[in-house]
């Protein structure tokens, strides 16, 4: 039996679902964009650098779980 994961990610101050890569490689180039207009050092600048690394580790996870390693094997 396969188990469904759901990532939930800030987007805007709402948090969102994440059901597929497809939408987290989406979310990930749209938090991207928002950081570029954001003041560096502010919060809000902040919250979005954490969330963008949050985004990129989750999908590094899965890309290296479709080479077929772990997280213990990286």
Known sequence: M????VLILK????DQAIHSLD??????????EKL???KIGTQ?????QKEIS?????LKDFEL???GLDKEQR
């Open 2 to 5: 396969s188990q469904e994961k």
């Open 11 to 14: 987007v805007e101050g709402t």
């Open 23 to 32: 939408q987290l490689e989406t979310t990930v180039k749209s938090l991207e």
């Open 36 to 38: 570029r207009s954001e």
């Open 44 to 48: 809000a600048f902040k919250d979005l």
């Open 54 to 58: 949050k985004s990129k580790s989750v």
């Open 65 to 67: 779980q479709v080479e």
